[in-house]
C-alpha cells in the first residue's frame, strides 16, 4: 500500500507531538507591521491577506499614552491623513485595517507600545486596560485581584481594542453571553474634532451613552479606543469534560447542550460522523484543581513537524488522495482524543476528566505566543515563515433557530458522499460555539450559534483545492440560504456581500460613524468594502478559487485544470468550482 509511508509518518507526528518534556523553545509570531525607507507593510497574522495583495503606508506611529494618542489623531486630522489602528497581533484575517490601495496620504497608529494601565477596580468588579494591553495581560492582572472576567475568545493573542472591535467571541448562552463586547461598561475614543477643540478629542462613554452601542464593536472606523472598560465577577474555577461520542441527532441536542452548561460548546466532525460536546461549567474557588486549558492548535510545533504536516497535505492534494486526507484526519482525531484537546490536570498532562482550573487559565490559550529564549525550534503551526500551515477560516453567525436546518442540509451534503467533508476534520471540523443577543449594532441582535471551520488553503492563487466546491457550496448555504453573518474579523471575501442588510442597526452604526468621523479619517476602500458588503470589482479568471468572487462562468473558476462553475448539490442556487474529470480533454 502507498499510503503506509505517510500514515506512518503521521502517527510519528502524533507521538512526538505528545512529549511535551521536550526542550523545544518558541519562536513569537512576527511584528505584524514592517518598516524600511520606502514605507511600512502590514500583514495579518498569516502573513497572506484574503486577496494576496500587500497593504502598506508611509509611515507609522507608536504612540505610550492616551495623550500621544490624541496628539497623533489632532495631526493626522489636521493634516487630511488618514489612520488606520494597528495592534501588536494583527490577528484579523481581512483587511480591515488597511487604509486603501492608494494610501500615500494614510498612517498606521499602532496600539503596540500603549500598554502600560490595567487599573483593577475590585469595590465595583471592574477593570480598566490600555487599548494596545494584550488580552492575556489583562486575564492575569484581573485573577491576581481574586476576580475573572467571564467571557474571552478562545486564542488569547489579542489586544483589547483589537477583540472587541471586531466583535471576538468565546461561548456561552448565559449571563451577558459569549461576546466579550457585552461585558465592556465603559470606553474611551478619540475623535477627530475641529479646529477650535484641537483637531482631536477624547470621548468617554458609559452604558447610558447613545454612542456605547456603536462604539462597542466599531471595526476600527469610528476612532481609536484609547481604553476600555470590562465588568468582572469574584473568581471562579472551570470544569471542563469532553465528550466525544455521535452526531445522531446533533441538529436537536445544541440548544439544550447551550441551555446546560454555561461555557458549552460543539466540535463536530462530520466526515466522521463524530461530535464532541464539550461540558464545561463554572464551579466554586475552592473546587480541587490546577487544570489549563493549553489547546493543542494554539501550542508551539516543531517547525519540522508544522512543515511535514503541511507537505503531507500538500502532496495528498497533488495526488488528489481523499483517502489519504480521511486518514490524516482520524489520525488527529485520535490524538486530540487521547489528550483532551489539550486539557492539563496538572499544568503538565492529562490525566483524566474532569478537568478543573481557574477562569484565568481555562477561558482561552496561546502557548505558541511565548519565547522563553533565544533557541528556535517550535511556533505557531501557521507561521508565516516557516512554510506551516495554511488555511482558510470561514466563520457563520446564526440565528439560533435557523442552523437546525443548516445542520440538516450539511448533513445531507456529507451523506452524498462523507469522504469529500475529511479536509475540514483535519483541522476543527465545525466549531459550533454561543454567542447572546447583544444591543451593539455591529453585534448579534438575537441568541446566536456560530460556526467556524478551518480548511486547506493552497500556496498559490491559481490552484483549485481537492473537493473545494463543498465547503464553496457551505459556505454560501450559511451565507445566502439561512443568512448567516460573517464574523468581522474572518472570512474569505465573498461571505461580506450584502453584509449590511444583514444587520438591522445597521443605519444606526453608520449615522454614529458620520457623527463621529464625518471626513472619514479612519475609513478607507478595504474597510470600506467589508463593513458596506460591496461586490470587488471585476471578476477576474479565477476569482471564486479564492472566494474573492462566486464564479458565474468557467473561467472564474479553473477550467485548464478541470474546474468548472456548477450548482451546488444540495443547495442548488450555490454555485461551486467542481472538479470534472470527464470534462477534461
Ligand atoms: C488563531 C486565531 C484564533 C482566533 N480565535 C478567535 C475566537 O476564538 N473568537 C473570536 O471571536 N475571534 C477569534 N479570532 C479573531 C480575533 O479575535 C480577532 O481577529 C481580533 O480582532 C484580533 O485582535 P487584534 O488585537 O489582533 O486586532 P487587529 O486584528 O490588529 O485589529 C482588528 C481591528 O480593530 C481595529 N483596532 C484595533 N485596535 C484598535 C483601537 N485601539 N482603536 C480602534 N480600532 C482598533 C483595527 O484597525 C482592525 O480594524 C482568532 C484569530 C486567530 C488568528
Ligand atoms: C521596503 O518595503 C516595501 C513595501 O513597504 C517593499 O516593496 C520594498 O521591497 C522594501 N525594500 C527593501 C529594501 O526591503
Ligand atoms: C467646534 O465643535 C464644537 C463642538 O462640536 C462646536 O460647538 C463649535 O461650534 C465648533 N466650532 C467651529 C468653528 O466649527
Ligand atoms: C456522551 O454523550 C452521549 C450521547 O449524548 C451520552 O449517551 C453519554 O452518556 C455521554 N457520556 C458522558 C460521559 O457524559
Redesign the pocket.
Known sequence: MANHGWIHHILLLATWGSITFLPLQAMPPPPPVQCNQTGCTLYN?YGVWPDRTPCSVPTTLYPTTEEELLLAVATAAKNNLKV????K????IPK??CPATNSGNSIFLS?MNYNSEIAVDAANLAVTAD?GVGLRDVIDAVEAAGLSLVAA???EG??V???I??????SSWWGKGGAVHDHVIGLSLIVPANESEGYAKVLRLGLQDPLFNAAKVS??VLG??SKVTFSLEQAFKRSITYNFTDDDGIEDKFGEHAKSHEFADITWYPSKHEAVYRYDDRVPLSTVGDGVNDFLG?QSNSILISKSTRATEKAMESARNVNGKCVMASTFIGYKKLIANGLKNNRLIFTGYPVVGHQGKMQTSGSCLYSPSRRIDTSCAWDPRIKGLFFYESTAIFPAQKFRDFILDVKRLRDLNPESLCGVDIYNGLLIRFIKASKAYLGQTEDSVVVDFNYYRADEASTPRLNQDVWEEVEQMAFFKYGAKP?W??NRNLAFLGVNKKYVNFNKFVQAKNKLDPRNVFSGEW?DEILYGKKGGVLADGCALEGVCVCSEDRHCSPSKGYFCQQGLVYKEARVCRYSQSSMS
Open positions: 497574522s488606520k489602528v494597528v495592534t497581533f494583527s490577528h484579523t480591515l485595517a496600539t487599548s475568545p478562545y486564542w489579542v489586544s481594542g483589537g477583540l472591535s471586531t466583535g471576538a467571541h468565546g471595526l476600527g481609536v479606543i494554539f464574523h474579523a474572518k474597510s
